[in-house]
Every structure is written in C-alpha cells, then in structure tokens.
C-alpha cells in the first residue's frame, strides 16, 4: 500500500476536508462513512465500535460532520484522528441533510482512496458488533452480491418499551443471511466501490434530503441497474432509540411517511399509473391485513402499519410526505 499527500485529491465543492490523522494510508482499500449532526456523545459511542473492529483488514473512517455551524461532532472527535488512534479523515458537508452528508462520505471515499473496494455505513446513533466490517467484507464475496445490509438492533432509552422491537419501524426486514431482492436502509450497509463508479453522483438524491428515503430510491435504482443484494445477519449494529421515538405520534409520522416514500419511490420506476393502481390496491386490503397483524401480534400498535402504509402511499400521490428530519428534536 502506499502513501500520497491527503490534499492531492481534491473533493467536491462544498465538502471540506478538516482534519485528517497522521501518517494515514491512502492505499486501504476499505472505507466506512459515519455521518453526524449534533450527535457528539452518541457519535464517539460509534467510533469507539470502530476501534474495537476484529479480523478487518486495515480500513479508514470517514466521519462527516453535517453542521458546518456547531460542529460538535467534529470537535468531539477531533483527538481521535489528530492523535491516530483512529485513522482516517473529517469532512464537513455544507449542504444540511442527509443524502448531501452521504454523498460528502462517499464522495471523499472515492478520491482520498483510490485503491477502495469496499465503502460501508453507520450511523451516528449506532454502535458496531466487533466483527461488523469482516462479516460485511466475507458476506460479499460469499452471497456474490454488490450490497450487503445488516441488522439495526434498537437498544430503547426507556427500557419500558423492548416490546417494540417487534414493530415493522424498529424490526429488521429480513431474518436469515443471503441473497435478497433490494434493500431500503442505508443504516448498516457494505457497498462495492464498483458501484459508486457506475452510479452517477450525486450518489443519493437529495430531494429526500429531510423526508428520507434517499437510500430506497437508491436502491432501487441500483437494482434497476442490475446491481445484487444480500442480507447479513452477522453486521449487526446497535441503535439507539430516544424515548421520543416510542411514543405513537412518532411511530404514526414515520409509518405514514414510510408508506408516501414508496409511492414516490415507486413512481419513479413505474410510473405513475402503476403506482396508483398498487396505492388503492394497498389501500383495500390493509383493514384486513390490519387486523390479522393486530391478533397475530396481540398488539394494536403493531396492527395499525398497514393501514398507516396505506394512508401515507395515497398521501404520496398527492406529494405530501412528512419532513421528519426538517427539526433535529424532532426526527
């Protein structure tokens, strides 16, 4: 592997490279991108998970700070890579959202690293298992797939509330590892380098920059693209869930969004006509579906989604999606 200037490769406008740790490799070949925004406690939780990573090889870590104001991220973490406990770089994305701190992480991964192979995710809110990247990085190669998604584990602040766990918003799509059809999170995910290369950047549309969604539209055009999916039960990572978010008007703003994400994510590859005929059809079949989930779960709760998809796809028809990530407090 060898070494070059960090400043000869230079980034997009609008991204700022900050700090960069001493003596790092810019031949790694594995990079992992760690948006942040007003998260600073939570955000060195994350990057502690990094540094207890077992049998990966040598990687980067990419951490974008997405409040060009207060930084707090950024001077949280600043003596991990000013001191090279953590190797790697930070970069500010000046452009507020989620999609624009995404497309700064990869952007950077792509230019600081040009021998990278493999550009994996995690939130500021999560805390990765020790063998997250090596059972991301094995994964690929043994499922043959481009993408590889993981478990997003909710560790709930009120305790009270571990039953939700079982809710479709707080329960992971998939159970077993292997091949899968596409995925909609972009939490816990390992991404081919290929990929970036043959997706045009920006890599996530930053319409969905405060709705989310982003990463499903993503997905969905990478399999448009003919891109492969797979699921690893073993990349798991721990999420925080603030109490704010157990509570029933959260839980309701985000089925309801989830369910107008579709529909514009889906209309962008079907079109509309075909988008709307799966609308109404969702739309008669949730009370039924509604209440067998709702005796099968033996929670009201749990029962309710359906018809909360439902609502918010035929609420996406007529463009209403909630900006859930429009007020920091709130999302």
Not at 57 to 64: G, M, N, Q, R, T
Not at 96 to 105: D, Q, S, T
Not at 117 to 138: C, F, K, N, T, Y
Not at 258 to 276: C, E, F, H, I, K
Request: hydrophobic share 45%; aromatic share 6%.
């Amino acid at each position: 592997m060898t070494q070059a200037p960090l400043l000869s490769a230079p980034l997009p406008p609008g991204v700022l490279l900050e700090v960069a740790s001493p003596g790092l490799d810019q031949g790694v070949e594995i990079a992992v991108v760690v948006p942040t925004f007003r998260r600073p406690a939570l955000v060195l939780r994350t990057l502690a998970s990094l540094r207890m990573q077992e049998g990966s090889s040598p990687f980067a870590v990419i951490l974008v700070e997405n409040d060009e104001e207060g930084r707090a991220g950024l001077d949280a973490a600043r003596p991990l890579f000013e001191s090279g406990a953590l190797p790697g770089t930070i970069v500010v994305a000046q452009a507020r959202g989620n999609c624009a701190a995404y497309n700064a992480g990869f952007a950077a991964a792509a230019r600081l690293f040009p021998q990278l192979r493999i550009a994996l995710i995690v939130d500021d809110d999560e805390a990765a298992e020790p063998g997250w990247i090596a059972a991301h990085s094995a994964a690929l190669d043994r499922l043959g797939v481009d993408i590889t998604g993981g478990p997003q584990i909710p560790v709930f602040e009120d305790e009270s509330k571990r039953a939700l766990a079982a809710h479709p918003v707080f329960r992971a799509p998939f159970e077993a590892s292997g091949p899968i059809g596409v995925l909609v999170s972009s939490g816990n995910v390992a991404i081919r380098a290929d990929v970036l290369r043959r997706m045009s950047e920006p890599l996530f549309d930053t319409r969905f920059d405060f709705t989310g969604g982003g990463d499903a539209d993503l997905f969905s055009r990478c399999r448009e693209a003919g891109f492969r999916f797979g699921w690893c039960r073993e990349a798991a990572v721990h999420e925080i869930v603030p109490a704010r978010r157990t509570e029933f008007s959260w839980i309701n703003a985000r089925a309801l969004r989830n369910g107008a994400l579709s529909t514009l994510v889906q209309r962008g590859r079907d079109g509309r006509a075909r988008t709307l005929a799966k609308s109404l059809a969702l739309a008669l079949a949730a009370p039924p579906r509604s209440v067998i989930a709702a005796l099968r779960s033996r929670s009201a709760l749990i029962g309710l989604y359906h018809l909360q998809i439902a609502i918010g796809r035929l609420q996406g028809e007529f463009g209403r999606v909630g900006e859930q990530y429009r007020k920091p407090e709130s999302n």
